[in-house]
């Protein structure tokens, strides 16, 4: 009873707590704080029995839209928010076509050039400079006939083609030999305050044309200068190195299209508020984000170049894409009847614990943060995405099966969001005394 929590909550003079008749408490606090209080307590648990009698799925907490007393009784209207319901296609005994995970001998090549790229020398060369290339330079810009401060230098060591100076220098220093000078007009590069974006012109003299020059891969190379002994214990370590990194990325390459061609394939219309709603949600996190770099979002709008319009219609999309797996993921967890139990919550909380540098203060965030149904949401579409990959097969472009490592369970969040509905009218309710 209302009444009877309202007298213990006051203090009423010449009744014990909880003693007070019903007159009493609303001549003390008012009819219309009882009334008040007797909706709020009421209302709640009676939109709750009603979705839980209708099967409905709340996505958000319910909003009073209207609410009416006739004769003692209330009516109340609540928008409530709940997700879509969604036809789930046949997901078993599908073939995901993915990348062939082994390594050739040409990318082994490839990674092996790399590293010995790191132990390059330059060596100055009588020829014309060709790509990748170091050019030894002199350069100045000038504007208006005056030299622009901070353009001026000599010897200027410069890789050919790597774009890192001034645009369109490039295209004039493919050719150009020791003792060449150009002139060319191009704007100032960022840097220049101000004056960044004018156009300037720039004055370059070839000094040097020099190659680099790798050193011969031995047997005597490889062991003074890596922890192996023998070319053949170094490529067969690199090729191991391409192999697990080829493996995780083909391994999330089939997670992505397991998931992505099955949620394509799924058609249900999610309402406008809550595809904004999980929009907000996501702009929430980015802008969380941002604020860790000490940055705002009209800092990154800036620097990246990306429009408002554009940064919300990506937005959009993302937030689309991750109510639709959401959708997805839990539908097939309910064909497959999978479930999260407390335990399963707490095993992984202290998982995550483990990680961070101070697991106690880790979880005693996280029991103060009231995130245990949110984490079990996470959990259950873990599991429902291991199914969805236990029923698929990944195969090769000639359609041969592929054999990936298994994915490591409940080692990843998979996104959802949140959601809202159609209009669900209450029944009358009795207001509680």
Do not use: C
Not at 248 to 264: G, I, P
Not at 304 to 318: K, Y
């Amino acid at each position: 009873m209302v009444a009877r929590r309202l007298s213990q909550e006051v203090k009423i003079k010449g009744f014990r707590p909880g003693k007070a008749p019903l007159p009493v408490v609303e001549a003390t606090v008012g009819s219309e704080t009882v009334r008040k209080e007797a909706i709020d307590e009421v209302l709640p648990r009676a939109v709750s029995e009603i979705l839980e009698s209708e099967e409905l799925r709340p996505a958000l907490n319910p909003e009073l839209v209207s609410l009416e007393e006739t004769e003692g009784k209330v009516e109340a209207e609540v928008r409530v928010a709940l997700w879509p319901k969604v036809e789930l296609p046949e997901y078993k005994g599908r073939k995901i076509e993915v990348t062939n995970p082994k390594v050739s001998d040409e990318e082994l090549g490839v990674q092996i050039e790399r590293m010995l790229e790191q132990f390059a020398t330059v060596e100055e060369v009588d020829r014309e400079a060709r790509e990748r290339d170091y050019v030894s330079i002199d350069i100045e810009a000038t504007l208006d006939g005056e030299v622009v401060e901070g353009t001026v230098a000599a010897d200027l060591l410069y890789e050919v083609g790597s774009g890192l100076l001034i645009e369109g220098m490039d295209s004039h220093l493919l050719g150009a030999s020791a003792g060449d000078e150009f002139i060319f007009e191009a704007e100032l590069p960022e840097g220049f305050g101000d004056r960044a974006g004018e156009l300037a012109t720039f004055t370059v003299k070839v000094n040097e044309v020099k190659e680099r020059v790798l050193p011969d891969l031995t047997d005597e190379w490889v062991e003074e200068n890596t922890e192996f002994e023998t070319v053949e214990g170094l490529r067969a370590a690199l090729k191991d190195q391409l192999e697990e990194a080829k493996l995780q990325a083909v391994s999330r390459e089939f997670a992505d299209k397991a998931v992505d061609t099955l949620r394509e394939q799924v058609e249900v219309d999610i309402p406008e508020a809550l595809i904004r709603a999980e929009m907000d949600n996501q702009l929430h996190r980015f802008v969380h984000r941002l604020e860790e770099y000490d940055l705002s979002l009209d800092d990154y709008f800036q620097s990246s170049g990306i429009t408002e319009e554009a940064f919300v219609a990506d937005l959009r999309s993302q937030a689309e894409i991750s109510l639709r797996t959401r959708l997805v993921l839990e539908a097939v967890a309910g064909a497959e009847g999978i479930e999260v139990t407390a335990e399963d919550v707490i095993r992984l909380v202290q998982a995550l614990a483990v990680q961070s540098e101070k697991p106690e203060e880790f979880i005693e965030a996280f029991r103060e943060s009231g995130q245990e149904l949110v984490l079990a949401g996470d959990i259950l579409r873990n599991r429902a995405l291991d199914a969805v990959l236990a029923a698929a097969t990944p195969v090769d472009e000639e359609g041969n099966p592929v054999e990936l490592k298994p994915r490591e369970v409940e080692a990843e969040i998979v996104d959802g969001g949140v959601s809202e509905a159609p209009v669900v009218a209450a029944e009358v309710v009795e207001e509680e005394e």
